[in-house]
């Protein structure tokens, strides 16, 4: 019979990812980390005359209803919310959301980034924030936005985590990693970008005091506690509330010289660093400074992810040919080895649809032969997701001036077999596979740490690797294949 330690706490995480959210409760104390997802809703964006948005009603809905959960498996010390980043809502003098946010993957972001490049050159814009350009960062959506009616009534900019903590608690504040992605934030300073936001034409004010993760972000309002059973004054805390920087605070790294990549939807690979890299070298690289816990940057670039994977299965249910995960997999690992790779990068995948066929359409274009079935498919994928692992960290490590030792995988990525071995046999380094969890692991540790059980970012990640599953991967096989692989991605 396990006992609770006089030390131990339970949290609620809320982590809500690009298909679904969650909220998890999490067992924490100086030896102990164990978690117990309690509610799971769907995230179904909607596709209105106006374009793709979020349906942040629903996901609202469904954290009440997870938090509702957590309060009859006993009491809960405190409530933290991550999820991905970027997108925002607009709110009025009154406090009022205006309209449904944006989701990411909208088409009107790739037209607005050139209004802004052409006020702050990509240059300006990476020596101040130092991000990766994706068409869809925060300051290119603005721009997009500004054309609305809804822009001459709004007061206040939320990233979307802020805007659900603003529901629970009615606190107003940007928790810092998250509006380290935003294009908005001087990346050296560490604080909001006067400079960028007046050159935009963006009033300042629309731009919330910052706040680090540990800090208080209120507690809960009397109809949220009234509704979930929480007790009255049940405190609210800003944990990393980007999830890539909650999941590398609990990347179970023991040694230095540790990559990380955080593998889901979108797999991020990079290092954890001392200060932001914002040379023109890193710019023309394409890499992104985020900010992470105790004011680290995660020095990293965006990779598509398993979103390629997740979508050719989406395509072919929609078809009447749904086979499941272990059958494909199975099927990948009889494939042809290197039959055919494709840059996970190319815009071309970014948008919901076909995967299958934009992927054919991909190898036509760089005189390669499709594949004949689902395995040749998901082998296509998870190689060339290894392959953009290998040259993304090799990239990050030469900018940095850093040695690898190790590479951390961690998300739910970590699960994939294929993928952690082939990482490893592509970049010829040890992979340590897990925790899956790692983001509410993350999530959970920081409101620990808050309320006095939870030590450093080392000790943080030690309890970790003493209290949760992980696999190891040395490389195998013969590198020269994954040489000439990488040699048909290369540019030219």
Do not use: K
Request: charged share 20%; hydrophobic share 45%.
């Amino acid at each position: 019979m396990s006992v609770t330690s006089q030390s131990d706490a339970t949290f609620a995480a809320v982590d809500l990812g690009a298909t679904s959210g969650r909220v998890i409760t999490g067992l924490a104390g100086p030896e102990r980390l164990t978690l117990t997802e309690v509610h799971r809703f769907a995230n179904t964006p909607v596709r209105l005359p106006d374009g793709l948005r979020w349906d942040v009603l629903a996901l609202y809905q469904g954290i009440l209803d997870g938090l509702r959960s957590a309060a009859r498996s006993g009491p809960i010390a405190s409530i933290g919310i991550d999820t991905w980043a970027v997108d925002y809502g607009l709110l009025d003098a009154d406090g009022a959301l205006l309209g449904l946010p944006f989701h990411y993957r909208d088409s009107r972001n790739g037209r607005a980034a050139e209004q802004v490049l052409a006020v702050c050159g990509a240059q300006e814009l990476y020596a101040v924030g130092g991000l990766q350009h994706l068409p869809f960062n925060t300051v290119f959506q603005l721009a997009a936005h500004r054309t609305s009616a809804q822009w001459g009534s709004a007061r206040t900019m939320l990233l979307i985590p802020d805007l659900l903590t603003n529901w629970l608690t009615g606190s107003v504040g940007a928790e810092i990693t998250n509006a380290s992605t935003t294009g908005l934030f001087d990346a050296s300073a560490g604080a909001w970008s006067d400079e960028l936001i007046g050159r935009l034409g963006l009033e300042r004010s629309w731009f919330p005091p910052l706040r680090e993760p540990g800090e208080s972000a209120g507690t809960l309002l009397p109809h949220v506690a009234e509704y979930t059973g929480l007790p009255a004054g049940t405190p609210v805390t800003a944990v990393a509330s980007h999830d890539t920087a909650s999941a590398v605070a609990a990347v179970p790294a023991t040694e230095p010289g540790f990559a990380y990549v955080s593998c889901g939807t979108w797999s991020l690979a990079g290092l954890e660093l001392a200060a932001p890299v914002l040379t023109e070298e890193s710019r023309a690289a394409n890499f992104t400074n985020e900010r992470g816990v105790d004011g680290t940057v995660r020095y990293l670039r965006n990779i598509m992810g398993m979103w390629l994977l997740e979508e050719c299965r989406r395509t072919w249910g929609l078809r009447g040919d749904a086979p499941g995960l272990a059958e494909l997999l199975a099927s990948a690992a009889r494939a042809r080895p290197f039959a055919a790779v494709i840059d996970p990068d190319d815009e071309a995948f970014l948008a919901p649809g076909d995967m299958p066929s934009r992927i054919d359409a991909h190898l036509v274009r760089t005189g390669q032969v499709p594949p004949d079935g689902p395995g040749g498919y998901v082998r296509c994928v998870l190689e060339s997701l290894a392959l953009a692992h290998r040259r993304t960290l090799r990239q990050a490590a030469a900018l940095a001036g850093r040695e690898l030792s190790r590479i951390h995988l961690v998300g739910g990525g970590s699960r994939n077999e294929l993928l952690c071995q082939w990482t490893a046999d592509a970049t010829g380094l040890p992979v340590t596979a897990g925790p899956a969890e790692a983001t509410a692991l993350g999530n959970i540790l920081l409101q620990a740490r808050a309320h006095g059980l939870a030590g450093d970012l080392v000790s943080m990640r030690q309890l970790v690797a003493r209290t949760q599953e992980l696999r190891h991967y040395t490389p195998q096989g013969d590198r020269r294949a994954w040489d000439g692989a990488a040699a048909r991605l290369a540019p030219g």
